[in-house]
């Protein structure tokens, strides 16, 4: 037990008796009671409080992040099959709103491409069947008996020419798939486009004297570009122009300088396209009405690889079609103008 206490000399009045030591103590038991008591407190408080403000910590986080959980469980319910859904933004704090926002244009553009991608395998798959279907049914027949020389012949001469479709389709597939990933490199070099346009008009000249059409060009105007690259971009207009347009028609070649760079527009006569073809007309395979639908030997890829062309050279490639007249315009930044 531990006690306080002070101590005092107190003379007494005995003649020469020395003074006396008076002692006064006090136990210090009830103080340190007091003290036990306190520090037990103390600490039980201290405790609870950071027991208290941990759970209030991980309450206000579970509740911060809970619109976290809520986009990561819409997003985890996103599947190829169902990327037509999107996040509520509006559901969601200030902070988050952006990042959802951000979220559903980033699924709007997947499911564009996915569309696209659909869309492209179904054609794919489509074109490549008849040709091969036309192959393997006609060697068979040729197959199934003995032929003259001359059958044998005119069967390879059939099948050379779906061969010759296939390759050409195949080819046009790997330019547009070197253009997706840019890999197209134009070699480039300074280009008269009158002279290439007048070139490719005399060239289709004879196709368009059968059907009666007068060709004609307007304007010129020279960039710096990839000379064969610019002339398949401009046959391909020129080809499709005759080939929508009906007999005794026009087909219009301009070309005009800007302060922003240089345009060629091939104009043609013939039916009007509907409105909502004009989007998908640079899509591969897309066929619009019967009217537009491709004929011939094409592969149906001519304006989806005019448009890579025109991507390449830092361009654009547009369609307008109104009142029986039809336009396509390349557009030609100020960077490859002479």
């Given at each position: 037990?531990?006690?306080?206490?002070?101590?005092?000399?107190?003379?007494?009045?005995?003649?020469?008796?020395?003074?006396?030591?008076?002692?006064?103590?006090?136990?210090?038991?009830?103080?340190?009671?007091?003290?036990?008591?306190?520090?037990?407190?103390?600490?039980?408080?201290?405790?609870?409080?950071?027991?208290?403000?941990?759970?209030?910590?991980?309450?206000?986080?579970?509740?911060?992040?809970?619109?976290?959980?809520?986009?990561?469980?819409?997003?985890?319910?996103?599947?190829?099959?169902?990327?037509?859904?999107?996040?509520?933004?509006?559901?969601?704090?200030?902070?988050?709103?952006?990042?959802?926002?951000?979220?559903?244009?980033?699924?709007?553009?997947?499911?564009?491409?996915?569309?696209?991608?659909?869309?492209?395998?179904?054609?794919?798959?489509?074109?490549?069947?008849?040709?091969?279907?036309?192959?393997?049914?006609?060697?068979?027949?040729?197959?199934?008996?003995?032929?003259?020389?001359?059958?044998?012949?005119?069967?390879?001469?059939?099948?050379?020419?779906?061969?010759?479709?296939?390759?050409?389709?195949?080819?046009?597939?790997?330019?547009?798939?070197?253009?997706?990933?840019?890999?197209?490199?134009?070699?480039?070099?300074?280009?008269?486009?009158?002279?290439?346009?007048?070139?490719?008009?005399?060239?289709?000249?004879?196709?368009?004297?059968?059907?009666?059409?007068?060709?004609?060009?307007?304007?010129?105007?020279?960039?710096?570009?990839?000379?064969?690259?610019?002339?398949?971009?401009?046959?391909?207009?020129?080809?499709?122009?005759?080939?929508?347009?009906?007999?005794?028609?026009?087909?219009?070649?301009?070309?005009?300088?800007?302060?922003?760079?240089?345009?060629?527009?091939?104009?043609?006569?013939?039916?009007?396209?509907?409105?909502?073809?004009?989007?998908?007309?640079?899509?591969?395979?897309?066929?619009?009405?019967?009217?537009?639908?491709?004929?011939?030997?094409?592969?149906?890829?001519?304006?989806?690889?005019?448009?890579?062309?025109?991507?390449?050279?830092?361009?654009?490639?547009?369609?307008?079609?109104?009142?029986?007249?039809?336009?396509?315009?390349?557009?030609?930044?100020?960077?490859?103008?002479l």
């Amino acid at each position: 037990m531990s006690y306080r206490g002070i101590s005092a000399d107190i003379q007494t009045s005995i003649a020469d008796a020395p003074p006396i030591i008076a002692v006064v103590a006090t136990s210090l038991r009830m103080h340190e009671h007091f003290m036990e008591s306190f520090r037990t407190t103390l600490w039980t408080v201290m405790g609870l409080a950071a027991l208290l403000t941990g759970f209030l910590g991980w309450l206000a986080a579970w509740r911060g992040l809970a619109p976290l959980q809520d986009i990561r469980r819409s997003a985890a319910a996103i599947t190829a099959d169902r990327l037509n859904q999107r996040l509520a933004a509006n559901d969601f704090p200030l902070e988050l709103a952006e990042v959802a926002e951000t979220l559903n244009a980033m699924l709007a553009r997947l499911e564009s491409s996915f569309r696209r991608l659909s869309d492209f395998s179904s054609d794919l798959a489509h074109e490549l069947r008849t040709p091969v279907s036309n192959l393997l049914t006609q060697t068979q027949v040729t197959l199934s008996k003995a032929r003259t020389l001359s059958k044998y012949q005119d069967v390879l001469a059939s099948n050379s020419e779906e061969l010759e479709r296939l390759s050409r389709m195949i080819a046009d597939m790997l330019f547009l798939a070197k253009s997706d990933n840019d890999l197209i490199a134009p070699n480039r070099k300074e280009v008269d486009l009158a002279v290439e346009v007048q070139a490719l008009l005399e060239f289709y000249s004879i196709l368009a004297e059968e059907k009666d059409i007068e060709l004609s060009l307007e304007g010129g105007g020279g960039i710096v570009g990839d000379p064969l690259m610019l002339r398949r971009a401009i046959s391909n207009l020129l080809s499709n122009a005759i080939r929508h347009t009906p007999e005794r028609g026009k087909v219009v070649v301009r070309i005009g300088q800007r302060m922003d760079g240089v345009t060629l527009s091939v104009e043609n006569t013939g039916p009007t396209i509907p409105s909502e073809q004009l989007t998908r007309l640079f899509d591969r395979f897309y066929r619009g009405d019967a009217a537009r639908q491709r004929t011939g030997d094409g592969t149906g890829l001519g304006l989806a690889i005019t448009q890579s062309i025109m991507h390449a050279h830092g361009g654009n490639a547009t369609v307008v079609s109104v009142n029986g007249l039809t336009r396509f315009d390349l557009t030609f930044s100020s960077h490859t103008k002479l």
